[in-house]
């Protein structure tokens, strides 16, 4: 009885704990400040637990400073410092007098701060991992693609050419050694297919040969050149910093206007003032000799002086606002995959067939403010226009006036 | 065989090396991608007029041989965006220093109606563009760029969400600490539409 009792009463006690439990431990974990997201919301744009960053990396910083201390930096620096304690001071100076932001914690929470700087500081670092950015531009200039040259592919024609000409006259001995042979009547007449020998060269068929040859490549070289004569397509001239859209616009996703502005707004896509470079390198990559000519260009107020890669003709006339902004179009659509190129070149022909034709295909877009303020854009609007399938062709815009004016 | 099959035979081979040798030169024509080729009136594809960003030429009038030239200190664009219910001088020719972000805070006030959910997604839009390679597309500071920049903050830091609305103007326009300002990259008008989505993130209410 007594024992049944004595585990009812525990089994009580036990089920009232259990419940006491749920509701004082969410309560209890809730007033505890959690250090980890404390740091990652406040510390981690300027502080690193094994790496220097802004500030210094805050590994051992109870080492190196007592909790007291601590607390009165974490709550307001420039006061320490104002205050004239030798090691703030120093500590000012040595991190170009970048002020820390004072924080308006209870000692809870400084304290759960420096707990978890405490615990992840006892942790092996992490592999830095993408603290360059991957690749970078330089050197990828003057290199495979240029080196198989022109001048390369002549030497192997030449050598080709001669070493015909030698079969060719290998073949020619030979041919007098085995008429000889059978003259002299040492192998028997009608084996020649053996020997699979077709053709009896005379010097006139090589000289005949010859002529064919040069007449052929050089009327089609001068076809080839005449109609590729005002096309620059795939033209990648060496620019004079080594500067990768593959690495700024694929890698790191920065937007084609964040530097080309003038897309938004203008004709010209524009090309980047240096101070556009700046407001990023003048912390990353520094040390690189690429980056370097833009600090000197800064410094100096240099323009620097792109190579222009699309020379679209004087007499056609090219919006970029009208094509981008208005029409929708991406800037890939004509550029080609500019966020894969490490150097960039000419991937559309820009030629006016190429321009007619893409007038021809592409259906209006309607959703810009032009149709849906002017037009209203209504439903029986844009079905009448879906039913037609509105072209820009249909709007003029294969009409010379278009772009030659 | 007769020796008129055989002529032919010869012939063929010959023809075949020189449509070979064809394809061969055309290919060595488009290997050198350094040049940009030739043009039939190159007189007709360059402009005549002074053209910022096509020249071929030095330019004889202007000092440093370009065409392009700076406009003179303190011009105003002509598409004048002022707004005459804030400063109207503060927009153009920003007189407040770099470091005088507080006192842009006080004096400066979004013109734009906060309300105007057009604006709003324009500014998305505009802070995806200039922002978000730094301070991600949440406002955490951990876009791509960022992360490599370092000492970008959080919007949800605990100092950020009381800060006014003319503080972020401020900061757009003239940078703060590490950050520089991209006041030549984004107009007046669309710094205010970004300040309005920066609002949205870091949970601020413009005082009416």
Known sequence: MTMSRLRLFLGRGALCSVF????????????????????????????????????????????????????????????????????????????????????????????????????????????????????????????????????????????????????????????????????????????????????????????????????????????????????????????????????????????????????????????????????????????????????????????????????????????????????????????????????????SQLTMGWCINCHRETKVNLENGYYQQVHGNSEAFKQAVADKGLTIANLGGLDCAKCHY | MNELNMRHNNLFYFFGLGIGLWVFSSCALIEDKKEPGWEYAPQMYVSTPYEPYSQVSKNTINADGKNMRAPAPGTIARNGQGYDNTVLELMHNYPIGRDSVDYAGRILRNPLDSRDTTLLAEGKYLYGVYCAPCHGAEGNGQGKVGQIYAGVPNYKDSRIPGLPSGHIYHVITMGKNRMWGLGSQIRPEDRWKIVLYVNQLRGYQEPS
């Open chain 1, 20 to 347: 006491l439990g749920l509701f004082l431990v969410p309560q209890l974990v809730e007033a505890q400040p959690n250090g980890a997201e404390l740091f990652a919301n406040n510390c981690a744009s300027c502080h690193k637990i094994h790496q220097d960053l802004v500030g210094p990396a805050l590994k051992g910083v109870e080492e190196r400073r007592d909790q007291a201390w601590l607390l009165k930096w974490i709550r307001n620096s420039q006061a320490v410092i104002a205050s004239g304690d030798p090691y703030a001071v120093k500590l000012y100076e040595k991190w170009n007098k970048s002020a820390m932001t004072a924080f308006d914690w209870s000692d809870e929470e400084i304290l759960a701060v420096l707990a978890y700087i405490k615990e992840e500081g006892a942790k092996a670092p992490v592999a830095a991992a993408a603290s360059g950015g991957a690749g970078d531009g330089t050197g990828s200039g003057d290199q495979n693609s240029s080196g198989f040259t022109t001048l390369t592919l002549w030497v192997v024609l030449f050598a080709s050419g001669l070493i015909l000409l030698l079969l060719g006259l290998l073949q020619r001995q030979y041919r007098l050694l085995y008429d000889e042979r059978v003259a002299t009547g040492r192998l028997p007449q009608g084996e020649l297919k053996q020997f699979g020998l077709q053709i009896r060269l005379k010097p006139l068929h090589v000289v005949g040969g010859g002529l064919t040859l040069v007449l052929v490549s050089g009327v089609g070289w001068g076809v080839d050149m005449a109609s590729n004569i005002g096309i620059q397509q795939g033209y990648q001239p060496t620019q004079p910093i080594a500067f990768s859209h593959e690495l700024h616009a694929g890698t790191h996703e920065i937007a084609c206007t964040y530097c080309h502005t003038g897309a938004e707004r203008g004709k010209s896509a524009t090309i980047p003032a240096v101070n556009v470079c700046m407001n990023c390198h003048n912390q990353i990559k520094k040390e690189s000799p690429e980056i370097k000519k833009i600090l000197t260009a800064y410094e100096t107020n240099t323009p620097i002086e792109w190579v222009r890669i699309h020379n679209l003709p004087d007499f056609g006339y090219f919006n970029h606002y009208q094509h981008y902004k208005v029409a929708g179009i991406q800037c890939q659509t004509c550029h080609g995959p500019i966020e894969k190129m490490p150097e960039v070149y000419q991937h």
